[in-house]
């Protein structure tokens, strides 16, 4: 007599393997990839130990030097600041503006290394990529700024901690909104010679017109108005009133306006990324 056939054999994996093989939700994917290009380039930063050292170089000229060079001359007769006081603020928006350029610089390395293309392939969508991205240049720039107001109590400057926090919170949207300038910039871009050449021609107008290394009254008509169109201006002149007690606008202007240019920012980004 024929055997019947055997029935086939269950057999369950084990709880953990069974996870692991799970896909993730596309919630938790984003949320992963996120992180992950957050940590690399703050990886990055920790491990170039020349570019986190030379990028204190100029700020501490500016601010020691050229500060110290035109102390007394620069304000109007009869003030009472302090001109390196007065530009101090302004320099840790320089730090910040300058390294949340290296955000975009690293976009286009990635694109010339293949690296960027196995992102985009990679099954996350493309505000994840920007987010992470964004996060981690905002990150590096925020380090930058943090050490450089440490700075404070050789110009003999002693914030409240009340006023500290401020500055911190000033500096993160900062940080966020001039690095998603970065991206937004680095977006179409191919070379790293020629984003440096666009970053020179955008990123040094920018500072110099946001009234770091002067004061925005007494300005000729044209420059108030380019001074105005500068979403940086309105980062300088709230860390500066959180610092010295007087703005030149209004807080709920400068906060307003900063965080708008952010997210115009970030959307010009995502759209960039998009078509890539």
């Not at 024929?2 to 919630?27: D, G, V």
């Amino acid at each position: 007599m024929n055997n019947p056939p055997q029935s086939p054999i269950a057999f369950e994996l084990p709880a953990e393997i069974k996870k692991e093989i799970t896909p993730a939700s596309p919630f938790l994917r984003d949320l992963r990839g996120i992180y992950t290009l957050w940590l690399r380039d703050v990886i990055r930063l920790w491990r170039d130990r020349i570019r986190l050292v030379g990028s204190f170089i100029q700020p501490i000229l500016f601010l020691f030097v050229l500060g110290g060079g035109l102390k007394g001359r620069v304000l109007s007769q009869g003030s009472t600041e302090n001109y390196q006081v007065f530009i101090f603020p302004g320099i840790i928006l320089m730090s910040i503006l300058f390294t949340a350029s290296f955000a975009g610089m690293a976009v286009v390395w990635d694109r010339e290394m293949g690296f960027l293309k196995e992102v985009l392939v990679a099954p996350l969508s493309r505000t994840a990529v920007v987010i992470g991205k964004i996060l981690g240049g905002a990150s590096n720039s925020l380090i930058q700024g943090v050490f450089l107001l440490a700075l404070a109590p050789f110009l003999h400057i002693y914030p409240s901690f009340a006023h500290l926090l401020l500055m911190l919170g000033v500096m993160v949207i900062v940080s966020l909104s001039q690095t998603a300038m970065g991206i937004a910039l680095s977006a179409r871009m191919s070379s790293s010679q020629g984003f440096m050449v666009l970053m020179n021609f955008i990123v040094l107008p920018i500072y110099f017109l946001s009234g770091a290394m002067f004061p925005l009254n007494k300005l000729p008509m044209w420059l108030s108005v380019l001074s105005q169109l500068d979403p940086l201006t309105y980062g300088v002149d709230l860390m500066r009133g959180i610092l010295l007690g007087t703005f030149y606008y209004s807080i709920d202007r400068d906060i307003l306006i900063i965080i708008l240019f952010g997210l115009l920012m970030l959307y010009i980004s995502v759209r960039q990324f998009q078509r890539d």
